[in-house]
């Protein structure tokens, strides 16, 4: 006779006990175990136990032993430190200009004009598009690197600055923000474009071709048709990359390291808290700063999954190519 | 069609390709330094500045760097315990939140959405004091032989922090993938007496391996190339991985030993390109696999 599994009580139609419990909680025990063990130790406990450290004075100095309890001093040393308010200023000028022109408004272009031309050749692009999420970062951050670098190495200056006779210098040097938005943006821009091409590949064709037919041009195809009907995207797009944003400095370390006025809040923190920066490492600053993201995203992410319904715009997996 | 039509469609592409630009010379730039003594800008140049100077020397390195080969081991090392970790235990969950009922299962689907939206960046300064607790566990901690133990300052420490963190999309894909099997085959197997384990096993892995490789190869990639968390959590040189080894070459060299590093950067890019090239198709089911965007 089978041995069953259905939820129906017990096969014999008597009580259930507790081994009958356990014995049908052992299947989803044994496969989820790894994964709850794990996202608790990585995902749940790192919170409670930054938010511990952040309400001490721990860092190189005190030891991991002989730190104390200095309840929410960090957070007002936060406030009114001197750094605080440039590095927010450059955060939010980072965020702000990487989205507009890259995350959200690159990947809105491309994804328009790959849609708009044979289908191989669009696949094409994508895919070189797609190409810088894929490659380590250290490998891609030193193309950036070379593509800024002084003449006669340098390809912007060799290719470009000289030619025109314009003064030639390192560019990552001169203009550091700039090779900040640009290097993320590259990234960031991919992320955003395969959620638009496969929006716009889902617009029913009748509504495409019946705007052509009624007279559209082009231009107001996009604008009048397909836009609105992307816009559940669009938002999708522009708050998720905001947190991503807000939170990724690990090319932003590689590039400048934070120099020339690109310390964003993320990397202050882990400056702070991980690299030798003032000399010592001070876990517990570094710990509020970090906290201060550590709510913003528990919030934000929140309200994204309530917000969008995220499990609504997730439908079954399929394989397919783009 | 006339002149004007196929000026009009030429467009896009021609727009595009101007975007793309920075993608492309980038690319075309690494692979040209690594074959050139020196590069102008794009142009290969040998040691007096004259175009030419082809050479196969930056590779020299392949045989000349002690630490090279070392570097690599653990580089695959941490790619491969990411891809296996990742693989098994996302399989695992994915399954039992889409076939099994059990209390909880609700929380634990909107659980994994958050935290995959969560940015895991913001916990490493946490994550650093628990591998350090971690490492103080006897054998585990820092004895095992290869992989050095699952605590601070080794490989499969590292290893273990990056499968926790890539969890939560894993789990989600393989849910999805389990749902879009059909439930035939299981019931029969399982009206006939096969446990969940071998079900699991024989017959519904079997079902989704397309995605199965998707999420294999996305995942081998990420862990080859990574480098903040190696960085962050691996202090002794000899364990370091690629990434580290090579933003460490570019710290102590002047931009004229570019080259060199340049041949570093493709060796450590060649594994990526042929992935990319070759399964492309899953690489992109992989990102769109989870957003079907819709209206």
């Known amino acids: 006779m089978a041995r069953s599994t259905s939820h129906a009580g017990s096969p014999t139609g008597t009580r259930t006990t507790f081994v009958d419990v356990l014995r049908r909680m052992s299947a989803p025990l044994l496969f989820m175990s790894p994964a709850v063990i794990l996202t608790g130790v990585f995902f749940f406990a790192p919170v409670v136990i930054l938010f511990r450290i952040s309400l001490t004075d721990m860092s190189s100095v005190t030891g991991l032993k002989n730190y104390s309890m200095i309840g929410w001093q960090n957070y007002r040393t936060i406030l009114t430190h001197p750094n605080t308010l440039p590095i927010l200023w450059t955060t939010v000028r980072y965020m702000i200009f990487t989205l507009i022109f890259f995350n959200v408004g690159m990947a809105l272009v491309v994804a328009l004009l790959s849609t708009h031309i044979p289908r191989r050749a669009g ?100 604008r009048y048709v397909i836009l609105p009907m992307i816009s559940w995207p669009l938002l999708f797009v522009t708050t998720y990359q905001t947190l991503s944003l807000l939170t990724s400095f690990e090319q932003i370390l590689l590039l400048t390291d934070g120099a020339g006025g690109t310390e964003v809040w993320a990397l202050w923190a882990y ?11 001070q876990w517990g600053f570094g710990a509020a700063l970090a906290m201060i993201l550590v709510a913003i995203g528990i919030v934000m992410s929140i309200i994204y999954m309530r917000f969008f319904r995220f499990g609504a715009l997730v439908q079954e997996a399929k394989i397919e190519a783009l | 069609m006339t002149w004007k039509q196929r000026l009009s469609s030429a467009i896009p592409v021609i727009l595009l390709t101007i975007l793309t630009i920075p993608v492309i010379v980038g690319y075309l730039w690494i692979i040209i330094s690594t074959f050139s003594t020196r590069t102008y800008g794009l142009v290969p ?87 350090r607790q971690i490492g103080k566990i006897p054998v585990i901690g820092k004895g095992l032989p290869v ?31 389990f749902d879009g099997v059909s439930w035939d085959m299981e019931r029969a197997a399982l009206i006939d007496g096969c446990s969940r384990l071998r079900v699991w096993w024989e017959i519904m892995l079997p079902s989704i391996r397309p995605g199965i490789a998707a999420l294999a190869i996305f995942t081998f990639i990420g862990g080859w190339g990574a480098y903040l968390i190696p960085y962050t959590f691996i202090t002794d040189q000899e364990r370091s991985t690629i990434s580290a080894y090579l933003q460490s070459l570019q710290g102590d060299t002047a931009p004229v030993n570019y080259s060199n590093i340049a041949a570093v950067g493709i060796y450590q890019l060649i594994p990526v390109l042929i992935f990319f090239i070759f399964t492309q198709e899953y690489l992109l089911s992989i990102f769109s696999g989870g957003t079907k965007g819709g209206t």
Request: some cysteine.
């Open chain 1, 123 to 222: 696949f094409i692009y994508r895919a070189l598009w797609l190409l810088p999420r894929l490659t380590p970062s250290v490998v891609y951050i030193m193309m950036w690197k070379f593509i800024g670098a002084d003449t006669p190495y340098g390809i912007l200056n060799r290719h470009v600055l000289e030619p025109l006779g314009l003064p030639t210098a390192n560019l990552v040097s001169t203009e550091p923000f700039l090779f900040v938005v640009l290097t993320n943006g590259f990234i960031g821009a991919s992320f955003g474009m395969i959620v638009f091409t496969s929006a716009i590949e889902s617009i029913p064709r009748d509504y495409m071709i019946a705007a052509l037919v009624d007279g559209c041009t082009m231009w107001q195809r996009i």
């Open chain 1, 271 to 281: 400056h702070r808290a991980l690299s030798n920066y003032y000399g010592n490492f």
């Open chain 2, 45 to 131: 140049v040998d040691r007096e500045g004259k175009i030419g100077g082809l050479t196969l020397r930056n590779w020299a390195f392949l045989w000349e760097d002690k630490n090279i080969w070392n570097v690599t081991l653990n580089t695959f090392l941490l790619a491969v315990l990411l891809t296996v970790g990742v693989l098994v235990i996302s399989a695992m969950a994915g399954y039992a939140l889409s076939r099994i009922s059990f209390p909880g299962r609700k929380a634990f689907l909107g659980g994994t959405l958050i935290l995959h939206a969560f940015p895991s960046v913001t916990l490493l300064i946490a994550i650093y004091f628990i591998l």
């Open chain 2, 147 to 177: 992989i050095g133990g699952f605590g601070y300052d080794t490989i499969g420490g590292v290893a273990m922090v990056m499968v926790a963190l890539q969890l939560p999309l894993g789990v989600w894909l393989m849910k999805g993938f």
